[in-house]
């Protein structure tokens, strides 16, 4: 029976002590912000990779067949195929 929960969104433990780290999880602050959606991100390395969703730029390009990424490592798992 798990009787602990979060206070924020309910999810249940079985130890006194796994809500106090999820939530410390949680809390964690993202000081990251995009501009054109509002999301934020914790390092500022994943908010630039998230700005290529707004911008449409793909930096990452295959050199056996020329299909193009926004995040370096979907263009490492494409390149498997080859």
Do not use: D
Request: glycine fraction near 8%; include cysteine; hydrophobic fraction near 25%.
């Amino acid at each position: 029976e798990r009787s602990t929960m979060c206070r924020e969104g309910g999810q249940s433990f079985r130890w006194n002590s796994e809500p106090v780290v999820h939530e410390q999880f949680q809390a964690r602050k993202k000081p990251y912000k995009c501009l054109e959606c509002g999301k934020s991100f914790i390092w500022n390395s994943r908010l630039l990779t998230h700005q290529h969703i707004h911008t449409g730029e793909r930096p990452y390009t295959c050199g056996e067949c020329g299909m193009s990424f926004r995040e370096s490592f979907t263009l490492r798992t494409h390149q498997r195929i080859h």
